[in-house]
């Protein structure tokens, strides 16, 4: 038994538990609770505790908390999934929404480009690029090349940078092996030539492959794949001869900016 008589009861959302617990308790008899009145609120003053009606009280509560811990599971599980499944998919609209801010913003002034060709390589094909690309380029054919190491502006954010220098540049020049696509950054900045490539039309990309590359190798990168077999390239293991390569690689700086399917300035050709 349990004798409250003498007790002031409020009679609101704050003792709903305890109403709910005197009407539905069967072990514990409370003595005479039918007669128990409501002290508080005063304009509950006098009413019967028993038919205070705790039904909006506990729908509030409840439906609230439902609904939160709902969206906060929901939302932590979403979050999670996207961070393990999409989070480069996710960096790389990112970047190609930078870089379509950077066109509207830029592309229409015309300014004429600072640079002949951007140069996109891994660090570990660095010493390719300084040894047999920099000194026929620059050193004979007299093309300006921008360089991560060289041309980047320090203290400015690295994806700024890339983006000034794909812009910056008429063309692009992806130097491509097995530790680029193993890359990031180097996905970043053809993700970014690409979307040029597509948004502008002009024939503004140029792929040149270091090592030899089956096909299947390029799957993961499916946007690599796609341009390859859509596009011929140049291949260093396949080329005849050095001075032919560097010719060819001239003859592709050279071209205009309206986009071939198809050119016969390239060597190499991707197995469909």
């Known amino acids: 038994y349990l004798d409250l008589s003498n007790n002031k009861f409020t009679c609101g959302c704050s003792n709903s538990g305890f109403i709910q617990w005197v009407k539905n308790n069967k072990q514990t008899q409370v003595v005479n609770a039918h007669q128990y009145k409501c002290s508080f609120p005063v304009e509950k003053q006098g009413t019967k505790l028993l038919d205070f009606d705790i039904q909006p009280c506990m729908d509030d509560g409840r439906f609230f908390f439902f609904i939160s811990s709902t969206c906060l599971v929901v939302l932590t599980l979403l979050t999670s999934f996207i961070y393990h499944f999409l989070k480069w998919q996710l960096v790389y609209t990112f970047h190609l929404f930078l870089a379509f801010l950077y066109d509207s913003r830029k592309g229409k002034k015309q300014d004429p480009h600072q640079f002949d060709a951007f140069v996109s390589y891994n660090v570990h094909d660095e010493d390719w690029v300084y040894r047999e690309m920099l000194p026929v380029l620059e050193g004979e054919q007299g093309w300006r090349l921008c360089l991560h190491h060289r041309d980047f502006q320090p203290g400015k954010p690295i994806i700024e940078n890339i983006t000034d220098a794909i812009y910056g540049s008429r063309k692009t020049i992806c130097v491509i092996s097995r530790h680029y696509l193993q890359s990031e950054w180097c996905s ?17 990309l140029i792929l040149l492959f270091l090592e030899e590359i089956p096909p299947h190798h390029l799957s993961p990168h499916y946007r690599m794949r796609k341009l390859v077999k859509k596009r011929t390239y140049l291949s260093w293991p396949q080329a005849a001869h050095p001075g032919v390569f560097w010719q060819n690689v001239q003859r592709a700086l050279q071209t205009g900016d309206a986009v071939a399917e198809n050119t016969d300035l390239l060597t190499g050709a991707m197995e469909h």
Do not use: G, P, T
Request: glycine fraction near 0%; hydrophobic fraction near 40%.
């Open 188 to 204: 970043r900045e053809i993700q970014m030539a690409s979307f040029r490539l597509f948004d502008e039309k002009k024939d503004v």
